[in-house]
């Protein structure tokens, strides 16, 4: 009799690990579908003739991805004599963003307006400022030695959307790398293994 009930716990218990084996195969299935989804809405906005559709279509497009990696995102807002982009939230901080999508890469006068946004803020507050098609070397040499925001690139939302990291692993490389450094600028082709 001892036997038969072990039996039946031991398979009772195999059961229930099996079901939360299938739970987790599934969300993982869900996340890379809707991730896959992401990239193939990027691709078709880098396709786009109409840039400034594009840029408009592009604010949205980042909210879903902040969304799907549970960085409680808001989309633009307004405040007395500014526009913001967005914000989010990562590992406790929170962070304005600024998202260009433009032909040309940014300029310093840009990053300083940037800055300025980001300086009158909470005192713990942090920016991120996206541009997808990158930034001039002035505007990296700018912020490489004092910074209160990161930049992102258009490869870098790529590789996320690619699967080659996470979001939150690329954030926290490049938070560490600002704290490090001070640098604002670093890509995900400089990480080490990439």
């Not at 913001?84 to 929170?94: A, C, K, Q, V």
């Not at 490869?155 to 690329?170: H, K, N, P, S």
Request: aromatic fraction near 14%; hydrophobic fraction near 35%.
């Amino acid at each position: 009799m001892d036997r038969q009930r072990v039996a039946h716990e031991q398979q009772a218990q195999f059961d229930d690990e099996l079901l939360t084996y299938r739970a987790v195969v599934e969300a993982q299935h869900g996340f890379e579908a809707k991730l896959t989804a992401l990239k193939e809405r990027f691709l078709e906005l880098e396709r786009m003739d109409n840039r400034q559709k594009a840029g408009r279509l592009f604010e949205p497009f980042l909210n879903d991805v902040f969304r799907l990696f549970d960085m409680e995102p808001r989309l633009s807002y307004s405040l007395e004599y500014e526009q913001i982009d967005g914000s989010l939230t990562f590992d406790t901080d929170d962070y304005i963003v600024e998202a260009k999508w433009w032909q040309e890469a940014i300029q310093p006068h840009h990053l300083y307006s940037f800055n300025e946004k980001v300086r009158r803020k909470g005192k713990n507050s942090l920016g991120i400022f996206i541009s997808v098609n990158g930034f001039t070397s002035g505007a990296r040499e700018a912020y490489r030695e004092s910074t209160p925001f990161l930049t992102m690139e258009g490869l870098d939302f790529f590789y996320v959307l690619d699967g080659r990291l996470t979001l939150d692993e690329l954030l926290r490389r490049k938070k560490r790398h600002a704290n490090e450094t001070g640098s604002c600028y670093f890509p995900a082709t400089m990480f080490p293994g990439e």
